[in-house]
């Protein structure tokens, strides 16, 4: 029965997480057209897929340092508390990192077990977390100057057909770290067999689907008046910090290494409005969600003990 | 380029390949005002050609906004279209303003001729520079036919600015004045059209690149 539940919580998150972060894989390509909205969900579906599937396995190591014993219960515990919070905050279009809630969850259930935790992994995993923003942030700006000192401007139509191909390959591999990062690392807290690997994928597949139109509407309108230089920029910059955040075993935020690249592609610009409040705002909710997550594990596992 | 390529550049080359047939359309009048000018005629066909721009428009802004766009260039191209059908009005409103009314002094008529035969070949000048701008991609070039288009409106304000001269000191009736005014300020818009279509056309390619 609890086997069953964690299951179909573990499903919930998964479509949450697969729906909900569409937007920061392939919201650039999607928003400036250069895919149909279709083409951005089928992108996504199979860059998370493969990241998954591939390198999925490589978070397997952060669980185990952050929770060493998972009884069942407890996990049910974690992934329900992660669920709530997540659907909450994403009613309340709050910005969220569900890679640093559901890990802050982990570390709250094991401090109250009592359990030993590897103190190198969390001062790592801190680390990622503070230093992964900045290096986007510096990595953008670079990669910024290099396109415009590179790019060619005698064949300005080539450049953009080629600059359409890079952001469609970046947007499956910003999918593709999402898939191995943060979708791997809640599969290395569920009970590992086939069927919880194939009801993984079935996840991200509904969730691409089925919660996605709403980020997709909004993409439009709201998120992504982007030009092809920043997008490419921004996605490659994010992707590579996630990899090397996945080969590192540590769950990272793909839109906490999306929105720090984004600020880094805006500086390069010589007029530029970047608005101070909503990176503090992230920031603070960010910090804020993860104290939230740890408190809220740490009591309810304490009552469940 | 294969398939690929081809799907890939169609979203802005696309737009901006077939918004060149506007061009085409305003080289086309602009030839029939110049032998309406010489040989005053019936309007029928800058008429016809008017609406045929128009419909153009039409099915371009359609393109534009149902096409593979990015939204923040969707603007910038509905306005460069419209530009560019601005040239084609301005040539109408030209030819309507010529056929209106005919002066009564010979002098006035002939000097006027002059004047808009001047403007209408710096004009078939600029637009063949736009049509250049239009089906090139390297974007120096395409600066250097902007810059060549800035200078034939310069050239036609100096016109525009002689027949002003002109009409203060050798026009005396009001009618003759307004309409010679008139005619230069509609003969000026044709080149101002033409400049300012350049001008979103630059300020496009500029930004898809940076």
């Known amino acids: 029965m609890l086997l069953l539940l964690i299951f179909t919580v573990a499903f919930i998150l998964v479509a949450f997480v697969s729906g909900n972060n569409l937007a920061a894989c392939t919201g650039s390509v999607v928003g400036s057209r250069i895919v149909s909205r279709k083409g951005g969900v089928a992108i996504a579906a199979l860059g998370y897929i493969s990241g ?140 590992e067999s086939i069927y919880s690997l194939l009801l993984v994928v079935a996840a991200i597949v509904v969730g691409s689907i089925v919660l996605s139109s709403a980020e997709l509407k909004r993409i439009g309108n709201e998120i992504i008046p982007i030009r092809y230089m920043s997008s490419v920029s921004t996605q490659i910059s994010s992707l590579l910090v996630v990899e090397v955040a996945t080969i590192f075993s540590v769950p990272l935020s793909n839109t906490q290494a999306f929105t720090a690249s984004i600020y880094g592609a805006g500086m390069s610009y010589a007029h530029r409005l970047l608005l101070k409040k909503p990176a503090i705002v992230i920031v603070g909710t960010w910090i804020g969600i993860a104290v939230l997550s740890f408190v809220l594990s740490f009591v309810s596992a304490l009552l469940l003990l | 380029m294969g398939l690929l390529g081809k799907a890939f550049n169609g979203g802005e080359s696309g737009i901006i390949s077939e918004s060149s047939k506007i061009v085409k359309i305003a080289i086309e009048a602009n ?109 120096e070039i395409v600066k250097k036919h902007h810059a060549e288009i800035e200078h034939f409106e310069e050239e036609g304000d100096e016109i525009k600015d002689g027949i002003f001269d002109f009409a203060y000191s050798s026009i005396n009736d009001f009618k003759t004045f307004y309409h010679v005014s008139q005619l230069a300020h509609y003969a000026d818009n044709m080149l101002d059209n033409c400049e300012d279509a350049s001008d979103v056309l630059v300020s496009i390619m500029d930004s898809i690149i940076s």
């Open chain 1, 52 to 191: 998954f599937i591939a390198q999925g396995h490589m978070l397997k190591a952060g669980i185990e340092a952050l929770m060493p014993y998972k009884p069942e219960l407890l996990v049910l515990d974690a992934l329900v508390i992660a669920t709530v919070i997540f659907i909450i905050a994403h009613k309340m279009r709050v910005p969220q990192s569900l890679s640093m809630s559901f890990a802050s969850i982990a570390l709250g259930i094991s401090v109250a077990e009592g359990a030993r935790i590897s103190a190198i992994y969390v001062a790592k995993m801190l680390l990622f977390w503070v230093f992964a923003p900045v290096a986007a942030f510096a990595i953008a700006i670079l990669l910024m100057k290099f396109l415009k000192k590179t790019i060619n401007k005698r064949h300005i139509w080539d450049t953009v057909r080629n600059l359409k191909i890079v952001s469609i390959v970046s947007a499956f591999f910003t999918a593709f770290t999402l898939g191995a990062n943060t979708i791997g690392f809640l599969y290395a807290s569920i009970p």
């Open chain 2, 31 to 139: 030839s029939k005002l110049k032998a309406l000018i010489e040989e005053p005629t019936v309007i029928n066909e800058i008429k016809m050609l008017e609406k045929k721009s128009d419909d153009e428009v039409l099915r371009l802004s359609d393109m534009i906004t149902s096409g593979s766009i990015a939204p923040n260039l969707i603007d910038d191209f509905l306005e460069y279209i419209d530009k560019e059908d601005n040239i084609v009005d301005s040539i109408y409103n030209l030819a309507r303003e010529f056929l209106r009314y005919k002066p009564r002094n010979k002098r006035i008529r002939h000097y006027m001729r002059s004047q808009l035969l001047k403007m209408s070949d710096i004009g078939a000048l600029a637009m063949s520079s736009l049509y250049k701008m239009q089906h090139n991609e390297n974007l």
